[in-house]
């Protein structure tokens, strides 16, 4: 009788595969055109006054796009609409569309009374003023 050594990352890895072949079958969303990522992709950096956050979203207009601030998190909603053509068949369609929400945590509070929001040829940029509590503050060290 021959052994077969049981190889438990195998199964893993065909388990990952089998993951993400269910849930990128149904052409509607938009993370079924990336597989299992996040959209839109996000960069946040910072400077002593504010937070910027930057996505690209190409093809959505103002109207699609939702901004939320609370404390800490910010949180995108959009919607693609789905593209019109008149009555053709399609040869491939590789542009996702449908709703999207993503929520991320910033590295401190925000005022979110300040927040603003610009959408330029499809880059939307987020400038989130941070609370005066959270911004660096010089000590003046005394000496007796």
Not at 8 to 25: A, G, I, V, Y
Not at 63 to 90: A, C, F, M, S
Not at 100 to 124: C, T
Not at 125 to 139: D, F, G, M, Q, Y
Request: hydrophobic share 35%; charged share 25%.
């Amino acid at each position: 009788m021959l052994a077969t050594r049981w190889e438990p990352w195998t199964e893993l890895n065909r388990l990952s595969r089998e993951m993400d072949r269910l849930f990128s079958r149904g052409g509607n969303a938009i993370n079924s055109v990336t597989g299992v990522g996040t959209f839109p992709a996000l960069n946040v950096w910072g400077d002593n006054d504010n937070l910027y956050a930057e996505a690209e979203l190409p093809g959505f207009a103002l109207d699609d796009l939702e901004i939320y601030v609370i404390g800490n998190q910010l949180t995108i909603k959009g919607e693609r609409r789905p593209p019109e053509h008149d009555g053709g068949t399609w040869h491939r369609q590789e542009r996702g569309y449908g709703k999207f929400s993503r929520m991320i945590e910033l590295p401190g509070d925000i005022d979110a009374d300040r927040v603003s929001a610009e959408l330029n040829n499809g880059v939307l940029l987020v400038t989130l003023p941070k609370c005066e509590a959270v911004k660096p503050r010089r000590i003046e060290v005394t000496s007796n």
